[in-house]
């Protein structure tokens, strides 16, 4: 069983530009979400899709950051425009139902420069 | 706010010296509460879930424990191999009963040197 893959796995950008991280969750698997870890921080929580559904964005930081997650399956996370302060390291996670352990991808490390 | 402390920061291990690591947490009601290991570079790998105070569960030379204020990662007889940063996360309902993200702790490098 393939895990889950983020996309790329690094990205360098200039402040005011636009980025796109994108997710494929484990296959079959209904619950999607976004974490984030920032420098010296713990791993924080973005939002937690339910099929193609938000059901809590409650950690999006702004709404230069937009999730969406078209047909239940695959994920993208755009930034934009990027910003100092977004620079980190951004998993996705999945799992089969909600309440069951979320499984993570390796990451996508962002650099804002 | 749900809140979790994981003790120490950072904990050097010789071979084969077993020692136990902490998570201490704070939250309105616990839904589970879980442990991941991490090596550089990598996402967070599910090792372990807890739900109730009491519980125990093992795995290998890891065994986690939950009580209603903290958890305990056990490490017997460690292994090089076993060196990575441990992290706990909690899962709490909101209100609605709808919130199944999880709350990290900054985690736990443990070093293990042969």
């Known amino acids: 069983e393939a895990g889950v893959t983020q996309f790329p796995s690094h990205s360098v950008i200039e402040k005011g530009q636009t980025v796109t991280l994108r997710c494929d969750p484990i296959?079959?698997?209904?619950?999607l979400y976004w974490y984030r870890r920032v420098m010296g921080k713990e791993i924080k929580f973005l939002l937690h899709f339910v099929k193609e559904s938000k059901q809590d964005e409650s950690g999006m930081p702004n709404n230069r950051f937009l999730a969406e997650r078209t047909g239940g399956t695959y994920s993208t996370l755009k930034v934009q425009p990027a910003e100092l302060e977004d620079s980190g390291v951004y998993f996705c996670a999945s799992s089969l139902w909600s309440g069951q352990p979320q499984h993570f991808g390796d990451g996508t490390r962002l650099s804002i420069l | 706010e749900d809140q979790v402390t994981q003790s120490p920061e950072a904990l050097r291990l010789q071979e084969g010296e077993s020692s136990s690591l902490n998570c201490s947490y704070t939250?309105?009601?616990?839904?589970?509460l879980f442990w991941y290991r991490q090596d550089p570079g990598k996402g967070p790998e599910f090792l372990f879930t807890?739900?109730?105070a009491g519980e125990e569960k093992e795995k290998e030379r890891l065994k986690a424990t939950l009580t209603k204020k903290e958890s305990f990662l056990h490490i017997t007889a460690p292994k090089p191999e076993d060196s990575a940063t441990y992290l706990c996360a909690v899962q709490a309902p909101n209100s609605g009963g709808s919130n199944y993200k999880l709350t990290f702790g900054k985690g736990t490098l443990l070093t293990v040197n042969p």
């Open positions: 939250v309105s009601g616990l839904r589970g």
């Open positions: 296959s079959g698997h209904d619950n």
């Open positions: 807890l739900y109730s």
